[in-house]
Each structure stands twice: as C-alpha cells, then as structure tokens.
C-alpha cells in the first residue's frame, strides 16, 4: 500500500547554522511521527543537513536538478551530485519553477528521466493557476502537466514517482485548497494513472498536496482517501509546525 508523507520544502532561506537548528528540532521532535518524513533545504545546506538527519528515519531532499548528466553547465546541479551527498527525492516542477524560471512541460520530461536514471525519486508537481481555475481549465491544465511530465515513463520508472498537487493559488497565500476541492483532483489524478497504466501503480502511488498546508487544516486534509500527505512550504520552516503537521495523519 503507498505510503503517507510529509515533506517540507524550505524554499530559500535558511543558511547553514540556521538549517542544522531547523533539522536538529525536526529530529529531536520526530519519535511520534509515523509517516515518512522528508526535508528539502536548500542545495548549500543539504550536506550540513545530512549530517544531522543522517541517524534518523528522516530522508533528504533537493528543490530541482539538471536536465543534464554533467558538462559545461554553469550554475546547475546535476542529480548523481545529488544522490552523491545522500538525496532520496528531488522536487521537480514546483510551481516557482514553471512561473519564474519558465521550466515546461517537456523540460521537466527530462528531469524527472534524468532523475531516475540517478536513482533519486522525483516529486513531480502538478498545479493549476486561479485564473485556470476560474475558467474551469484546471482538469485540463493538470491532465496536460502529468501526460507530458511523467506518462512517457516505464510502468517500472513511474512506479517510483511520487506527486504532488499544488494549486498555485494555494501556495504561500495562506489560502487553503478546500479537503474537498484537494479530494477532487488526487482522485482524478490517480484515475489517469489507472488509465494510462494499471491498478496497483495508481493504488501504490502517492499523491501529496501542497498549498498552505497547516497545523490547523492538515488533519481534515489528510483524511481524504486519495491524499497521502503534503508537501509542506512556509510551515515546514518551524520543526513544531512541520511535526504537528507530520503528526495529523
Ligand atoms: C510549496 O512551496 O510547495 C508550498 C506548498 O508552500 P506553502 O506551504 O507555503 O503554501
């Protein structure tokens, strides 16, 4: 049965000293947590990171990779780096990245193949703006980012992936996607998947939802069947948060 999991993106902030405070207080207050735990510094802090998760049942995460194996890429990093310093997962097509970065569709493609060619598990986000939203395009503009994102891949490959639905209007706002609304979409989500591929992988794969995820809605969240955790951003920035979060399952 697919696993539940919290995950707390922390975006750009912490420096080092700041990010091994923030772990440490993750760890030390994580012994109720049942869930699988993920923390998603910044590159810069991930080694730093690492070392004091390293004993723990918590995995380590980074915020994007290269399309890229190596070479003359200035600026990037590339995935077997990642895995290199103890990476499990990469978040691949956050919303920041679609928006402000224009990463499309068919770049993020080639991320997520590249990422598993580097054996780190890719955290696919899907997600519609409000505008899609209020013209009633959101069904579409997600079919869209999963078939082009992640359906090209193996039965094997994408049984690997987890996926998180984000809607941008969510994220940062303090606007809370309703249980119901979050419900409608993982459920579509996971009937594509059935479709394009079979029951147990649609049955097995899980499917985060990510937009100001809170101590206070988590629990109504979660406790819809086709939800299986969150990805968590301004919230994870405070281990008591990110735990009671963790905790609301
Ligand atoms: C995110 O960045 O993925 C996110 C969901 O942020 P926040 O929880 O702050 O809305």
């Known amino acids: 049965m697919r ?13 080092n000293d700041q990010a091994k405070e923030l772990a440490l207080s993750v760890v030390e207050n994580s012994d109720t947590v049942s869930c699988q735990l993920i923390i998603i510094p910044p590159f810069t802090a991930i080694s730093d990171v690492q070392k004091v ?11 994007n990779c290269s399309q890229h194996k190596s070479g003359a890429f200035t600026g990037e990093v590339s995935a077997d780096m990642l895995t290199n310093i103890g990476c499990s997962h990469v978040i691949i097509g956050h919303s920041e990245r679609r928006a402000i970065f224009g990463e499309d569709n068919q770049l993020l493609s080639e991320k997520v193949n590249h990422a598993l060619n580097s054996n780190l598990i890719p955290i696919y986000c899907c997600g519609e703006t409000l505008q899609e939203r209020e013209a009633g395009n ?21 049984g690997k992936i987890v996926i998180a639905y984000e809607p941008v209007w969510a994220i940062g706002t303090g606007k809370t996607a309703s249980a119901d609304q979050a419900q409608e979409i993982h459920k579509f989500i996971r009937s594509l998947v059935l479709e394009k591929y079979n ?51």
Do not use: C
């Open 3 to 15: 696993k539940n999991i919290v995950a707390g993106n922390w975006k750009m902030n912490m420096v």
């Open 53 to 63: 998760i390293n004993k723990s049942n918590i995995l380590l995460g980074a915020q």
């Open 138 to 158: 959101h069904f579409d503009v997600i079919k869209r980012q999963i078939e082009e994102g992640v359906f090209n891949l193996s039965e094997d490959l994408f």
């Open 199 to 249: 029951e147990t992988i649609a049955n097995n794969i899980s499917i985060l939802y990510g937009g100001s995820v809170k101590p206070d809605n988590a629990k109504e969240i979660f406790a819809k069947p086709d939800v299986d955790g969150g990805l968590i951003g301004g919230a994870a920035l405070k281990a008591t948060d990110f735990i009671a979060i963790a905790t609301s399952f």
